[in-house]
């Protein structure tokens, strides 16, 4: 603790939602200059903990104590609150599209917290509007005060957000993932951007996140959060190095593990998947009286060549917008594509979509597992209907019965049973958590009895508690079953622990591809090198 | 190789998500109350011979049974002097089948709805009287039975109108919402095309046309009745159709029809049900405009518009007009609760208490 206490001081603080306690008895204090990291699973209570602190957490219940230099921030008036807001206390959210006003230029947005918060006039607040901007690091800061917050990149907005924050001069800065929804390689520069300023002003940081790697490379102090009880805080170097509580060696052990067979399939074994030249267009509107009556081209993308074979994994690694799910689409056979397309030996019959006799058998050879378990599974039907869709379709002439006991034989193999969950096959989606849902996602590809699995995106949703295991179990079904994985992902830990073989795409290229070792290890490309330096690996 | 096991559920019951909104709809009281009452209501309605009729139930004259509401009977029967069927009004034939012992098993209200009391002792319209209890209208046809059947038609024909649109909105907006591109474009424009036609002078053609009847209406309401609902639909269907467990069951390869029908279309009926009690209450409320404008169901059908033209040429014979008021805002009130509950049910951002 700082000579001078602490800066904040965070006693016994509780928070109910109804009868539901989110948060049970936290403590923790901040000192001036300090970068505390708040760490855990999505459900922790680590966001509220920190809206608590400013009294934004809608109709929570609060309790307890938060000292900001010795005034109770729990026990102030609204009118009192509101000076400390954007004031000794500012915030960074997550997703600073939906942070930031759509109407105001994001110029108007910093001068409106200078006005209010050192009642500066209209000029000065513009000028000094530039100035933050400029600290921040976004080019051309005196034209970017001018955009919208839909003209600038995410980066760039989340740059904005910082700008906004830092406005007030705040003695804390609460940063609820301010990575989090940016591109890998942003995160790196976002995090770089946020030490700079805190050395150079000296505010506290209090990082909430649930990257490992980033408070790692951030936070001098770390806070280990598990359903609402702070289980274990210290310095940083001291909870990574002997962590004391299970949960904390939870955490720790959750990075993805390698377990994967290495051994190459013989020499001569045909692919399951081979691709050369793919191309890839959406129409995209013209302006104007030409868009009447042509459309323009969007390439998403193009010259792509691959080959799998089976039993191996092929990563697929990128950022958003990089084209790797539209080539996901293209193998699947869901979108029209150019160049050579070959699964299983077999090409897709022209148009692809059509669910032609042909193309018909190719799909049960060809399956996929979506990135957002919430979104993927009907929330409709039960659990039989879903894993059992793919018999209805392929073995139609299946009895009830018959189709029930494949359906039983699916969920097995994923790690569900009946035994686990009673009425399991009559129970709907909303009762399973993300990581149970994407086990019923890999059931319904399952049960065609694919030689391909297309993941898209497979633990991106998930914790990485649950992350890991859904890994562990994707690498056990590869070995028990000789599948073959595409995996697109834009974690490079992810690729590591699963994948044979990487390609590395930006903007519909490919830019590199080869074995794992070789392209990780010594990244040829540019983009590659920054990739896997942002990703944190040491 | 080990994998550790999900973590084991404890929920034991399992419910479908329509059971969850139904029991969120009970929640409701007031939605609830007013589900149950609209019911009673409309099964009191369904029944109305047996509640309102000029012919009794059963008739025991000189040792043998009657049954006047199955068959006509001549006066004759009943010791009349014509062949003509019996007015059981006619305080004659009552002082006859109420000699000795002979007994007559009335309805509540001994009135049809187009039943017109010959021998009323009141001038037409009639004040509410111990005969009439919420007395008659201008052409002396009483005004309890003429609300119980007004409220039948009204409620029939809202209940066709409604269910004649809503399949026609689903379908147009599921056609619209899943191919889009071309065939969604091409929709859209002739819904404004068609949208943009004049219904009122339409129908006011039509009815010059046609001999005015409950089909003719129904068909021409319906011809317009279904657009606000097909935009609602089409939304639905433009978002759903690119969600995740649509592209799987794509990639597994189920037909067009099958993901339409199993897989967007549950997912799509919120807004229907939703808007189901307030359609149903447009379509109760045109009809009465247009019964009220004279273009509506043919003459000497009960219905709540006519009646209330008749209050308004009647300013004088306030049970008219505030009798008429109370049943449609009685049956509008009611169709709105439903339709909030049912709105609260289906909103997927309330969570089960």
Redesign the interface.
Known sequence: MAPSGPLLDVRDLHVHF?TKEVVSGASFTIAPGEKLALVGESGSGKTITALSLLRLAGDARVSGQALLRGRDLLALSEREMRGVRGGEIAMVFQEPMTALNPLMTIGQQIAEILQLKKGLTGAQCAQAAIELLAKTGIPEPARRANSFPHQLSGGQRQRAMIAMALASEPQLLLADEPTTALDVTLRGQILDLLSDLQRQTGMAVLLITHDLNLVRRFADRVAVMEQGVLVEQGAVAEVFGAPQHAYTRKLMQSQPQRDVTEIAPAPGTPPVLQASDLRVVYPTPLPGLRGWFKKGEFVAVQGASLALLPGRTLGVVGESGSGKSTLA?AI???LPFGGSLQVAGQGWQAPA?R?SPA??QL??K???V???PF????????VE?IVG??M???EPTLSVAERRTRVEAALAEV??AEA????LL???P????G??RQ?L?IA??LI?QPQLLVLDEPTSALDVTIQQ?VL??L??LQ?EKGLSYLLITHDVQVIRAMAHEVLVMKDGNVLESGPVGQVLDAPQHPYTQRLVESAGLD | ?P???????T????????RRAWLRFKRNRLGLWSLVIFCVLVVISLAAELVSNDRPLIVRYEGQTYFPMLQTYPEKTFGGDFETPTDYLDPFIQQRLSAGSNWALYTLIPYGPTTLNYFAKEPNPSAPTRDNWMGTDDRGRDMVAQLLYGFRVSVLFGLALTFIGTVLGIITGAIQGFFGGKTDLAFQRFIEIWGSMPELYLLIIFSALFSPSISLLLILLSLFGWMGLSDYVRAEFLRNRQ???V?????????NA?IIW??IL??SLTPVVTFLPFRMSAAILSLTALDFLGLGVPPGTPSLGELLSQGKNNIDAWWISLSTFAVLVITLLLLTFMGDALRDALDPRKAD?
Do not use: I
């Not at chain 1, 979104?375 to 039960?382: A, G, K, M, Y």
């Not at chain 1, 686990?420 to 009425?423: A, E, I, L, M």
């Open positions: 109804g689409q699947l056979g869901l979509m669910n193309n018909q799909r049960r060809v399956q996929v979506f990135q957002d979104s993927s599974l009907s929330p409709r039907l039960t209907e869709e793919g209805r379709v392929h790690g569900l686990q969950f009673p009425g009559a129970r709907y909303h009762e399973f958590s990581g149970q086990r996602a319904r590809a065609v295991q562990k179990l690498q056990r070995k | 190789m994998v550790a096991p999900p973590a084991a559920s929920a034991p019951v399992s419910l479908s998500p329509s969600l995740d467990y592209k799987a069951a794509r990639a597994l390869g189920v037909s099958q199993r897989h549950p997912n208490k």
